[in-house]
């Protein structure tokens, strides 16, 4: 019997338990593999989408010693990294900037190319 005050009028042990309606299932796609061309500079490990652009770098990259920059010169000496002379103190001693043994003047910003005084550098 039910009053007026029941929250359920009817009688709730005849309903049936609702069934959840399962999820649409979409197919799962797989990607697509692509092959993408890149062009490397055979002096560095510069990559481009473009032949052109690479050719382009190659011509000018400062590893290529037909550019003859400093980075592939015998009279070139690379800035000191200022690694610990003593150990587990870095004292500084070893820091200096990139110069010329040959005495060429090297822009701050970038290797000197096509330089007068280039020698090639035995690896």
């Known amino acids: 019997m039910t ?3 029941d929250p ?3 009688d709730t042990e005849d309903l049936e338990p609702a069934t959840p309606t399962p999820a649409p299932t979409i197919p799962a ?9 890149r062009y490397q500079c055979p002096h560095c490990r510069t990559t481009r989408s473009k032949k052109t652009a690479a050719t382009a770098h190659i011509s000018r990259c400062w ?4 550019v003859r920059t400093c980075k592939t010169c015998t009279h070139y000496e690379p800035p000191g990294d200022g690694d610990q002379c003593i150990p587990g103190r870095a004292c500084g001693c070893n820091i200096y900037p990139e110069s010329c043994n040959a ?5 701050e910003d970038r290797p000197a190319v096509h330089c007068p005084k280039w020698e ?3 690896d």
Request: net charge negative.
């Open 3 to 5: 009053t007026s005050l």
């Open 8 to 10: 359920f009028p009817w």
């Open 29 to 37: 796609e797989a990607p697509l593999a692509i092959q993408v061309t």
């Open 63 to 66: 590893k290529n010693p037909a």
């Open 120 to 122: 090639p550098r035995e």
């Open 103 to 107: 005495e060429a003047d090297i822009p």
